[in-house]
Each structure stands twice: as C-alpha cells, then as structure tokens.
Nanobody, 120 residues
Framework: QVQLVESGGGLVQAGGSLRLSCAAS????????MGWYRQAPGKERELVAA???????RYADSVKGRFTISRDNANDTLYLQMNSLKPEDTAMYYC??????????????WGQGTQVTVSS
C-alpha cells in the first residue's frame, strides 16, 4: 500500500523559509510523477509544484522564483523548499503521487497534509 508521510510545516514570519518533506513507501517512487498541492480556507485546492519521472518541473505562477521542488530517489523523498514566504502562502499543503510518470492527469495518492502558516 502506498504511503505518503509529510513533515516540515509550521508557523513562520513573512519573508522566512520552510522545507517540506514527503517520505514515500510502497509505490513506484522513481518512475511516477509527484507534486505538492495546497488548499487555503475558502479556496480550491491548487497545484503548487510537480516533477515528472524525467525530472521536469512545473510551478504555479504565484510561487515561481520562491519555491523549489526536488526529489531524492535514493531515499524516496520529495521536498518543497519555500523561501520568501508570504501570508497568502498560508494553507494546508499536500504531497501527491501520480499514477504514471506524467503530471498531466490527476494524482492517485495523497498525504495527510501539513499546515503552513505565515504571519505578517
């Protein structure tokens, strides 16, 4: 059974940084695409960043230049480095595993979520 275990969320001041981690097990980590989504109160869940099986990355326009997604295939771990955080980044962040190597379609597995709160 696929498991995605997230960590690294917390409370930070605007301008600060956090690194989210997602430890994956029971799946085809090295060949499947993975991503990070977030959902703020009153908002729809949105894609933050994703990386496919070839290492190609995509980002939401709102986080380009501030966030970096990476994957450590040797340790089956996905990361999201978040710099220059803004209050509007406050949301529940979810790790996602796609059913194939492409991030074109809907993820098949989700983590439990980790809360990120950015104060001003």
């Amino acid at each position: 059974q696929v498991q995605l275990v997230e960590s690294g969320g917390g409370l930070v001041q605007a301008g600060g940084s956090l690194r989210l981690s997602c430890a994956a097990s029971g799946g085809m980590f090295s060949i499947n695409a993975m991503g990070w989504y977030r959902q703020a109160p009153g908002k729809e869940r949105e894609l933050v960043a994703a990386v496919n099986s070839n290492g190609k990355m995509r980002y939401a326009d709102s986080v380009k230049g501030r966030f970096t997604i990476s994957r450590d295939n040797a340790n089956d771990t996905l990361y999201l480095q978040m710099n220059s955080l803004k209050p509007e980044d406050t949301a529940m962040y979810y790790c996602a595993l796609y059913p194939t190597g492409s991030y074109q379609y809907t993820p098949g597995y989700w983590g439990q979520g980790t809360q990120v709160t950015v104060s001003s």
